[in-house]
């Protein structure tokens, strides 16, 4: 079993950036696609990004490329969301997620077996 635990969420204004963390504990991570889905009061989870075991692959939603970046540092069992630029629609609880396999098909949030508990990101106008 694995723990993940977010962090680095807060209240900003449009235009400021932020760096989410997950970290995770109980299993390695190394050999796990990983990935960032956010939901919005009375929305769906929706699909941020996604990034292979080795880090070397991602996906993005459409809404956040070239403002989003999503990394890994698996010597420290770490995952992180550089969100640059952000908007007011960026506002949401941010959940971090562990699945078995890459893809950048993996969209849905039940292709990913762990979750975080969210972090609250509120971007102001």
């Known amino acids: 079993q694995v723990q993940l635990v977010e962090s680095g969420g807060g209240l900003v204004q449009a235009g400021d950036s932020l760096r989410l963390s997950c970290a995770a504990s109980g299993r390695t991570l190394s050999n796990r696609a990983m990935a960032w889905f956010r939901q919005a009061p009375g929305k769906e989870r929706d699909f941020v990004a996604t990034?292979?075991?080795?880090?070397?692959?991602?996906h993005y939603a459409d809404s956040v490329k070239g403002r989003f970046t999503i990394s890994r540092d698996n010597a420290k069992n770490t995952m992180y969301l550089q969100m640059d630029s952000l908007k007011p629609e960026d506002t949401a609880v941010y959940y971090c997620?562990?699945?078995?396999?890459?893809?950048?098909?993996?969209?849905?949030?039940?292709?990913?077996?762990?979750w975080g508990q969210g972090t609250q990101v509120t971007v102001s106008s």
């Open positions: 990034i292979n075991g080795g880090g070397g692959l991602t």
């Open positions: 997620a562990a699945g078995p396999y890459y893809s950048s098909t993996f969209t849905r949030p039940s292709y990913y077996n762990d």
